[in-house]
């Protein structure tokens, strides 16, 4: 396998980590901008640009990350429902909870 079917099949970690390091890239910078004025009207636009641009990319590489993790295990219950299938076998607590 190469690294261009490992990005196409890992789409949303590649994105989260991108949007990860976006973030905290921007992070940065505002708060050098931010420490070189003592002025809060100069700062003000650092901190709306680049402060809360950080942040949200920062939250959107979190949710990406989430997302990615979720869709591996409904990935893993629905190959272990197909195997119970397969096998024709019951689930264990199904045949004991209509007998109550």
């Known amino acids: ?9 890992q ?3 590649v994105s989260a980590v991108v ?7 921007l992070l940065i910078v505002g708060w050098y901008h931010v420490g070189d004025t ?8 650092y901190l709306i640009s680049e402060g809360l641009g950080g942040v949200f990319l920062l939250g959107l590489g979190g949710m990406l990350w989430l997302s990615a ?3 591996d295990q409904w990935r893993e219950l ?15 607590g199904a045949s004991t909870s209509a007998g109550r």
């Open 1 to 9: 396998m190469d690294l261009v079917e490992v990005l196409r099949a």
């Open 78 to 92: 629905r190959g272990m429902r197909n195997w119970l299938e397969s096998t024709g076998d019951e689930p264990i």
């Open 38 to 45: 003592g002025f809060v009207a100069k700062q003000m636009p």
């Open 11 to 13: 789409w949303d970690r």
């Open 69 to 71: 993790d979720l869709r």
């Open 19 to 25: 949007a990860t390091i976006a973030g905290a890239v």
